[in-house]
């Protein structure tokens, strides 16, 4: 199951009468003037981190982006998890978190990844061609009237 969300973070100024809070990154005291408030947790603002690049969440505005344990900025959650696109196939939208087959600049379905004449199942090192923008199979790609790209 995956867990995915969208979150913003707050910069909170520490009351002084309140006592300190645990870092949710670091398990230390919180004493700075400031802290962060993100996932319903406390932050020193050295210790909210991209997993991916290493900046800081705190400053880079006001989003992060979890998924499973990772705790990722903007650019990060979108270069690993972004939507993907429509598939050239069917013309949905691939949701991000689906596993795609790419075959140029195409996306496809896992399920839609077949050959659209015969239907043929492609498996891991089958060949496929493309044709007018059609995936075929090496049989119907050969037995069309296959101009070679
Ligand atoms: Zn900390
Ligand atoms: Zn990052
Ligand atoms: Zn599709
Ligand atoms: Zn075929």
């Not at 050295?46 to 290493?54: G, I, M, Q, S």
């Not at 891991?124 to 199979?137: A, H, P, S």
Request: aromatic share 8%; hydrophobic share 35%; net charge positive.
């Amino acid at each position: 199951m995956v867990l995915e969300k969208e979150e913003s973070v707050s910069l909170v100024p520490l009351q002084s009468r309140e006592k300190p809070r645990g870092c949710a990154g670091c398990n230390r005291r919180i004493r700075d003037r400031f802290m962060l408030q993100a996932l319903d947790r406390f932050w020193h603002e050295d210790c909210l981190k991209c997993a991916c690049c290493d900046c800081r969440l705190g400053r880079m505005g006001s989003t992060l982006y979890t998924r499973a344990n990772l705790i990722l900025c903007r650019r990060d959650y979108l270069r690993l998890f972004g939507v993907t696109g429509t598939c050239a196939a069917c013309s949905k939208v691939i949701p991000a978190f689906e596993m795609v087959m790419r075959a140029r600049d195409n996306v496809y379905h896992v399920d839609c990844f077949a050959c659209q004449r015969c239907g043929l199942r492609f498996c891991v090192g089958d060949r496929f061609f493309l044709k007018n923008n059609m995936i075929l199979c090496q049989t119907d790609y050969e037995g069309g009237s296959g101009e070679r790209q």
